[in-house]
């Protein structure tokens, strides 16, 4: 528990999509696909980055620049006209990629 976690302030405890997409790279390393672990966490990256992104494209018609802690949409003061929120979508079809050439091979 990070107590710090309570204060939300702009850079703390939010969902950046470019991070989720750092992350998302990192675990697809070599070193990593063979342990069933690691791809479950990457396959919940990819179901809660695109579930965050399509959640606020389908209710507002645009992305946000972060989201707020825990699948809770978008924070009050991040803005929608910076478009690194674009980059949850990125994350959602290469992760749609990966499995439908796992599911064909």
Do not use: I
Request: aromatic share 14%; proline share 4%; net charge negative.
């Amino acid at each position: 528990f990070d107590p710090a976690f309570q204060d939300q302030d702009y850079w703390r405890g939010r969902v950046w999509a470019p991070m989720n997409y750092l992350v998302f790279r990192g675990l697809a390393h070599d070193k990593y696909r063979h342990l069933a672990a690691v791809m479950q966490v990457r396959g919940a990256l990819v179901a809660s980055s695109q579930a965050l992104l399509l959640g606020e494209w389908l209710d507002k018609g645009h992305v946000h620049e972060n989201y707020g802690p825990n699948g809770t949409g978008y924070s009050e003061d991040s803005n929608p006209f910076y478009h690194w929120g674009g980059l949850l979508g990125y994350v959602a079809m290469e992760g749609a990629e990966e499995s439908e050439s796992v599911l064909l091979a």
